[in-house]
Structure formats: C-alpha cells, structure tokens
C-alpha cells in the first residue's frame, strides 16, 4: 500500500513539472525597430534591477564601476549589476545568452559587433529625441544606427596609435626608418593579430571591402603592406606575437619603449610607469608608403531586446549618466578615453591629444556583418606571414576566398 | 468448415505478462525517464533536427531556419569557410592524440602502481595520495597552469631552461614548423602537440594507477609464492601473472580513457587553443568553435553528429578487440 502511495506522489510530482514546464513563457520585449517610442513614467518609478556586462579590466573596470556606483548613488529605484566578462568572450555569451531570451540589460562593447546583435534581433531601438544625444559628437551618434534605426549610444572613441616610454624616448620618431632604428635599442612591442595590423595594408593604399563588401585585399597593394609587416616584425629589437596582453605587459614593464596600442590600456600604463613617462602619439610614416592608417571606431553601449519596459528606461538614464560631460570627464582623466561628449575638455591629457592626432590618419570601422567573416582567416594570413608558412600574396588570396565564401560574395 | 481460432502468440503473451507484473517497478523508474526525455533525449533530438536545417544565431530568436537535407554533412566533410579546417586531418590527429595518450596513460599507471605494491615500500601512502592530484584537479585548472608553464617568455619551463644554461627561448605553443608530418596520412605533429601530450599524460595516469592499484590489491599472493616455486622470473611474474589478473579491470578503465581523451575539450582548449594555426585542434573543439566563433548550430550539429558516430564505429572495434563487456571468467 505504501509502495502504490509513494509511486502515486511520484507520478504526481512528474505530472506537476511537466505541466509547469509546458506553461506560457515570460513575454519577450519586440526588438529594434518593432517597438513603441519612450517607456512610460509609470515603469520609471518602480525599483528595477539592470545588468550591465563589458569587458573592462584593471583601470577601465574601477572607473566604470565608480561611476556607476555615483549613478546608483543618485537614483535610488535602480540596482545595477555589473559583470565584466573577458573581451574576447563577450559577444558570444551576449549573442547565445540574449537569443536565448537571458542575457544583460546593457552591453558595452565594439561598434561592429553592433551588426550581428542587430542582425539577431538582440537591441532594443533608442529613442532618437533622447536629450542627452544632442550633447554627444554626432558622427559618432550616426555610427550607431543600423539601416536608420538608433541601436547604440558612443561611450567613447577609440583609435590605435603610438604609445612611448618618455623616460627612453626624448622625440617620438619622425618615420619608420627612425623607430626601427630606435627599436632596435629599446623595443616595439606588436600585437600580431588583424584588428592591430590593418594599418599596413591602409599604409599601402589597400582595402578590405570593396563597395559590396567583397573582400579585395588580394586585389590591391595589401600583400606590399603584409610583407613590410613582415619586414618590422624581422628586425632587431621589435617583438611581434598575438597574446595581446603581453605586448601590453612589455610596454608597461619598460622593456618595450613603443608600442602600437589603443587609449584602454593607457590608465594602467600610467599606473605602471608614471604619468609623465606615457606618451602617444601619431604612428609614424613609412618612407616610400604612407601614415599607417589605423582603425578609428566608437564604443558603445547597447540595451538588449529582453529589457523590459521599466529596464530600458533605467538604462536609457544610466546611458545618459554615463555620457554626461561630467562622467566623460572622469572617464577621460582616470581611464584616458577620447570622449563621446563634446562638451568635454581634452587638451589636459596629453595622451588622449596624442590619439586625437591619429585620428585624421585613421579610418572608420566597417559596421557591417561581413566583418564578422574577417577576423580569423585574416588573423591566420598574419600568422601564416609572420610564420613564413606563405607568401603574402598566397595568404592574402586564401584569407579573402574564405571570407567571401563565408558571407557569399 | 470450422472456424480457425487464431492460436495466441507465446511471445506477446509473456511480454504483455512481464510488462505487467513489472508495472510497479516502471512507475519508479518513470520520473527518472521524464527527466531523462527532458534534459537528454529531447536536446538530441533537437540537434538532430537541427543539423538538417540552416539553423544559425539569427534562428534562435527571429526566423525558423530552411530544412537544408544533408547540406551540412555534405559542407563538413567537404571543406567550410574557416581558417585551418580540414575534418579528415583533424580526424587523423584526434585519433592519434587518444591512442598516445591512453597508451602512456596506462603504461605508466601500471608501472606506477606496480611500484608502490612491493610489500613494506616506505611512505607508499604518502606517495599514492601526492600521485592521485593531478587527476583530482579540474582539468581547467591544470590545463591553465600547463600554458602559462609553456608561454615562451614567461613560463616556468622555458625559465627553468634558462637556469640551467640550455635554450631557454623555446616557442612550445607557437612553432609551426612540424616535428612529425606524414602528408601521405594527413598526420602533422607540431611541438605544440607534445608540450599538451605532456599535459595530459600528467593529468591521465593517476587514474589508471588508481584502478590498477586496486586490481593488484586483488591478486592473492598465493600466486606469486607458486611462482617462486617453479623459479619464474620478476619479468615472468609480470607477464604472466600481474598483467592478467589486473586485466579484467583495466580494459574497461582503457575503454574509458579511449572516449574521455577523444572528448578531452578543456586541455586541449586551455593549452593550446587548437593552435599553432589548428594544428592541435580536436574534433570537440573544432565543433565547439563553430557555435561559439561562427554561431554555425546547424553545422555544428551535422559535424557532431559525425564526430558520435566515428567515436561508436571506434568504441565498437576496441570492444571487440579487447572483449571488454565480454565475461572474463566465463
């Protein structure tokens, strides 16, 4: 009897779950594009928890995490979350986590990846009569609609450029012959992956996209800028390997003088070698060529398509915290960023004047999904070079075939 | 003429009479079922349906993805649009990456445990305990700390070098140049394959020690005493003694080294990525690539379909070959 009661409450039991697994899901907020305008004033009373997730370390995450702090301090309905999740993992948790219907309330992160979450129907669409647009550099505004639709909201601009130890270095050198020639002495420290070396191919009046987003590198003068490449990364004194941070570690050690980097990691630079010996500026000219022209790109912040009413709301109010020209101050002084906000002061950091000097030589960010396509076959061509496993042209030629197989060009 | 009455069929009778008389024990193991039909075989079935269709990020929110028919087979046998990918070398240098492996694993597991049997060895549990945390740690751990060890500049092997006046420059994970290549075989060896079979044997013996040591403790001594009688040698004692007696434990622990090495995702990824340029890339974490990289689902299933049932057509011939679920005393 007791048997047949226990299997009953069993069989009970299993019945409950299913029922309850096989009940209505929580309702999904329309994507970009599908929704109404301004949440209510109604929603924006209620205390609400966001999450924000990004992939800062070291210098940039305490400056984040302060001024968040500052934000949470002042409006008191809302708790947010902070999850830094490393770089190079971020997309692809927000992508599977929000397609899933889970994931954060905002993402910060590059502006290209901005075209897959969209593609995924993963953003929210940002009310383009936000006051605290007006206030920020509007080419950079413009940089995060997606087919006319505003999806992403510049935190920040970021360019790679020359870092220098001033401490080593008297006179940042006036072209490439007199930094490898300096090199040889105090050390270049080069990333070797593609987002870092774009600027040979630049350098060399080579592409990556022709107007149907085709990649044309193996059409135009990229293989003469991969073999100069090859030709820095061969002499004396310049390190070339893909582990990022350690070609960050060597600068910030002193035991590379120059360094092609961006603003991020100028915060801990100058925690490391001291205020006055962080320098940057423009990466030099190559003789016979042109400036290396690096990649010139916003950051943004992104409210996911999950965000409640209420949720979006309050992360429309953190953006506009976060953009305000007094957080952007912050963020300039403590984490050295280039702001969003025009409104701010710029000729005090020496180090941000200096990637403000790249900018003419540097060019936008494609924001398409295509670019997706390019990241590892053009990693491997760098490698495949550098490794002399091929020549330059051969690399460039099975690294294009790839990628516009990929994306059925 | 008489009406035929359909004579009953004993077979259906006494499976109707089993079914029946076992209900209750079905009613127990019901939940258990639910659960399993929930959390394993509808994902299976699911990533079945999915490697029929385009399936790619975009679906899992949006669109219903295009039944596609064998497509993706097709394209994963075939060749896809990525850097390196080759599934027949990635086939052959999986395949040679779990034989290595489990070979030194259960070489040195038996040797090992040979040791520490001998009769009043000092410290012989001291020494069984500091042997068994390799495998106590996770293998993300392990597989973490083995690649800063190789890391060219910073690791400890390459410092270690250094101290003792050899090359101390060593590119363990980045030399693309091969150590072995084979072409005729598709096999290409780099030295990155070594510095993570280095890592795994580290991580793998202690387990078949483990089963090892107690297959030994099993073994009466009654045998070896005989032995001694009729004047066999240690050599001879080993071979014909220890080494089949220990048999019927080790085969199947051999069995479980051969799948868990062919899946042995986190070395693999935590040590060398799959690199230098794929080269130690295996069939798990090329799969795992095409969801986490491409957000390819519906490849990615297709090509782990496959790679199920490569690892069943091998299971199947180890098992024949070494009789395992065969009753060895039979």
Known sequence: ?409 | MAAVTPTPQPGKIEVGKALWEGRLAYLYILPAFLIMAFITFYPIVYQVWMAFTNFELRHLRLQNPEFVGFENFVRVLGGLPIPNYSFGRILVFNIVWTFVNVFLHVTLGILVAVALNIKNLPGKRLYRSLFIIPWALPSLVSGMVWNNMWHERFGAVNLLLQELGLPGNIRWLQETQPVINIPQIGLVLPLSFFAVLIANVWLGWPFMMSIATGALQSIPEELYEAALVDGASGWQKLWRITLPMIRPAMVPATMIGIMMTFNQFNVIYFVTGGGPLGLTQILVTQGFNLVNQQGWYGVASAFNLIVFLILAVITLITNRISRATEPYYA
């Open chain 1, 1 to 409: 009897m007791n048997q047949r009661l226990l299997a009953l409450i069993s069989a009970l039991v299993m019945l409950g779950l299913v029922l309850a697994a096989c009940g209505p899901a929580a309702e999904t907020p329309e994507p970009a594009g599908q929704g109404e305008g301004e949440p209510t004033e109604a929603a924006m009373a209620e205390p609400v928890t966001i999450t924000v997730w990004h992939g800062y370390i070291e210098t940039e995450a305490e400056t984040f995490a302060a001024a968040v702090d500052d934000f949470m301090a002042a409006n008191e309905d809302v708790t947010v979350e902070l999850l830094a999740v490393p770089f190079d993992q971020l997309q692809s948790k927000f992508q599977t986590d929000a397609a899933a219907g889970g994931g954060s309330t905002l993402i910060t992160g590059p502006q290209d990846r901005m075209a897959g979450y969209n593609e995924a129907g993963l953003l929210a669409q940002i009310p383009d009569d936000a006051s605290f647009l007006s206030e920020l550099v509007p080419a950079a505004v413009e940089g995060g609609r997606i087919g006319g639709v505003l999806v992403g909201v510049p935190l920040n601009n970021k360019v790679v450029a020359m870092f220098y130890n001033k401490s080593l270095v008297e006179t940042p050198p006036a072209d490439f012959d007199e930094l490898l020639a300096a090199a040889e002495e105090l050390g270049l420290a080069i990333t070797s992956d593609w987002f870092h070396n774009y600027m040979w191919v630049s350098a060399f009046g080579a592409q990556l996209f022709d107007d149907d987003y085709r990649c044309v590198l193996d059409e135009t003068g990229a293989a003469e800028g991969f073999a100069y490449f090859k030709t820095v990364c061969d002499s004396p004194g310049v390190t070339c390997d893909p582990n990022d941070g350690d070609m960050d570690i060597l600068f910030r050690q002193g035991l590379a003088a120059f360094r092609f980097q961006g603003p991020w990691i100028a915060g801990d630079a100058i925690s490391d070698l001291g205020e006055d010996n962080v320098g940057a500026t423009v990466i030099p000219p190559i003789p016979g060529a042109d400036y290396p022209r690096t990649w010139n790109q916003s950051e943004m912040i992104q409210i996911s398509a999950n965000a409640s009413e209420a949720e979006q709301a309050a992360a429309l109010r953190l953006i506009e915290h976060l953009t305000s020209a007094e957080v952007q101050q912050t963020f300039l002084e403590a984490a050295n960023w280039i702001p969003a906000n025009q409104n701010v002061d710029t000729s005090v950091n020496q180090v941000v004047g200096g990637f403000l000097d790249q900018v003419p030589y540097s060019d936008p960010f494609p924001v398409v999904t295509e670019l997706n396509a390019t990241w590892d076959p053009m990693a491997n061509a760098v490698t495949q070079v550098l490794e002399e496993v091929l020549t330059p042209e051969e690399a460039l030629v099975e690294a294009c075939e790839l990628i516009n197989t990929a994306n059925n060009k």
